[in-house]
């Protein structure tokens, strides 16, 4: 199972998608509403959150990698 997500640069606030759509859908209307000239995120900023299984171990694998892209981390110690 993939998850796509786009780490904010600053650090507020990081978006996650459930497919590549969705996210370029809203790079999309990102940069149509932003006002500088800049593009706020590219195709090429997208990050991929896979799960290769639902099992519980790869869920808190998971849940480990969410943890750092929005700058924190949750300690799993079965998982170390």
Avoid: C
């Avoid at 507020?12 to 969705?22: D, G, I, N, P």
């Avoid at 593009?39 to 694998?61: A, G, N, S």
């Amino acid at each position: 199972m993939k998850f796509y997500y786009l780490q904010d640069p600053n650090g507020y606030e990081s978006q996650l998608f459930s497919t590549k759509k969705a996210a370029l859908d809203w790079i999309k209307n990102a940069n149509a509403i932003d006002d500088v000239d800049n593009e706020v995120f590219t195709k090429y900023d997208i990050q991929v959150l896979h799960i290769p299984q639902l099992t519980k171990r790869h869920i808190l694998w998971a849940m480990r990698e969410i943890s750092t892209v929005v700058g924190s981390t949750i300690n799993i110690p079965e998982l170390d």
